[in-house]
């Protein structure tokens, strides 16, 4: 746990600290080696009022519990620190020092970043950066060999997570000090791979944030939220299915999830990867060519589960759309319905061509006789 994981923590918790300070312990004396952290690190917040908000998020007075840190099984042990490591300020970038000429300096360099897509499930920060400060590593055979030159300002990269899945959502960001490596890595690096699969690069959209006033969380966040369960509530109980069938959640044989806007580089391997965490699966198929896939779930819940957590999930950088799938036990039903029609009407027809093909025997003379007798010709 190092100060890119304190970082991703941050993001994860909604949390807006102006500093992240994670101290370098001394090298262990027996091997050497230095830890990444002592066991403890600073959040220091814009005000008193922001801090406070953010331990009453993870500690309960009432009962003594604490939320569990994301991607760990340790608990949050947070508290009031004694002594300030860096004072306070609106950004960290805002803070000058005096240079050797006497003119006020930034106090942090300034970073440049882009955006990276299309990685691979198993990539992680590291292997990130390594791809950038020695791109040798991005080349394959299938492409034109070509020289990069080290991106050497690569200072970190950091790849987005699910929160509650732990899985990579696929995409990621690269920071640089200099912003020439910037905009070279932005010519230089598309394409190149990234462990399996070739990145895809492009500027980095910055997102303004107001910064909240006391103890009100930003409305957007809350505007986010609330639109998200709404649409996840919708999608549970009752929509329009994607062949125009009516769907419900009220159908206890339906486990199927249907994937919509599915990128076509996305194997049926690489979609199970994303929805195994949610439960055991049956089975998944992605049809060629029709940019969407199923997902059918052993049990209800847990596909109730994945429609929830996933829902707008960026799959190979496209968001993928979930609803109900057919159910399978209704397509059974109207399989059966249609066989018993089709043998009814079997039957029908070998009866009319038994009629035809033996005429009835010819009307006797005492039923000739009879008729008579009914003043029937």
């Known amino acids: 746990?190092?100060?890119?994981?304190?970082?991703?923590?941050?993001?994860?918790?909604?949390?807006?600290?102006?500093?992240?300070?994670?101290?370098?312990?001394?090298?262990?004396?027996?091997?050497?080696?230095?830890?990444?952290?002592?066991?403890?690190?600073?959040?220091?917040?814009?005000?008193?009022?922001?801090?406070?908000?953010?331990?009453?998020?993870?500690?309960?007075?009432?009962?003594?519990s604490t939320v569990t840190m994301p991607n760990s099984t340790k608990p949050f042990v947070l508290s009031w620190a004694s002594s300030t490591p860096i004072t306070p300020s609106t950004s960290p970038i805002e803070r000058t020092t005096t240079g050797p000429n006497g003119a006020a300096q930034p106090a942090f360099p300034k970073e440049y970043s882009i955006f990276v897509g299309d990685l691979a499930p198993e990539a992680s920060n590291s292997d990130l950066v390594a791809v950038f400060r020695n791109p040798v590593l991005g080349l394959r055979s299938d492409r034109e060999p070509k020289f990069i030159r080290p991106f050497l300002s690569c200072k970190s990269a950091k790849i987005m997570l699910d929160p509650v899945t732990g899985v990579s959502r696929g995409y990621g960001f690269v920071r640089f000090t200099d912003e020439a490596d910037q905009q070279r890595a932005l010519i230089e690096m598309h394409g190149l791979y990234c462990l399996s699969r070739p990145?895809?690069?492009?500027?980095?959209?910055?997102?303004?944030?107001?910064?909240?006033?006391?103890?009100?969380?930003?409305?957007?966040?809350?505007?986010?939220?609330?639109?998200?369960?709404?649409?996840?509530?919708?999608?549970?109980?009752?929509?329009?299915?994607?062949?125009?069938?009516?769907?419900?959640?009220?159908?206890?044989?339906?486990?199927?999830?249907?994937?919509?806007?599915?990128?076509?580089?996305?194997?049926?391997?690489?979609?199970?990867?994303f929805f195994a965490p949610f439960g055991d699966i049956h089975y998944v198929k992605v049809p060629v060519g029709k940019h969407c896939g199923f997902v059918q779930f052993v049990r209800k819940a847990d596909a109730e589960r994945a429609i929830e957590k996933m829902q707008g999930f960026p799959i190979g950088g496209s968001r993928i759309r979930l609803s109900w799938g057919r159910s399978q036990y209704k397509a059974a039903q109207a399989a059966a319905q249609a066989?018993?029609?089709?043998?009814?009407?079997?039957?029908?027809?070998?009866?009319?061509?038994?009629?035809?093909?033996?005429?009835?025997?010819?009307?006797?003379?005492?039923?000739?006789?009879?008729?008579?007798?009914?003043?029937?010709?």
């Not at 919708?234 to 486990?255: C, F, K, V």
């Open 339 to 377: 066989a018993q029609a089709a043998a009814q009407a079997a039957q029908a027809a070998a009866l009319q061509a038994q009629l035809q093909a033996s005429p009835p025997p010819p009307i006797t003379s005492q039923a000739i006789e009879l008729l008579r007798k009914l003043g029937l010709s």
């Open 199 to 273: 990145m895809r690069i492009s500027p980095a959209t910055a997102k303004f944030k107001s910064q909240p006033q006391g103890d009100a969380p930003p409305s957007t966040t809350t505007d986010d939220t609330w639109k998200h369960q709404q649409q996840v509530r919708a999608i549970l109980s009752n929509l329009i299915g994607p062949n125009g069938e009516q769907l419900t959640s009220t159908d206890p044989y339906n486990t199927t999830v249907f994937v919509g806007g599915l990128s076509p580089l996305i194997q049926e391997e690489t979609l199970r990867t």
């Open 1 to 64: 746990m190092d100060e890119e994981y304190a970082k991703q923590v941050c993001s994860f918790m909604g949390w807006e600290p102006t500093s992240i300070k994670v101290p370098r312990p001394a090298p262990d004396p027996a091997t050497g080696q230095q830890a990444n952290n002592p066991g403890y690190m600073f959040l220091t917040f814009a005000s008193t009022s922001v801090a406070a908000s953010v331990l009453a998020q993870v500690m309960n007075p009432a009962t003594g």
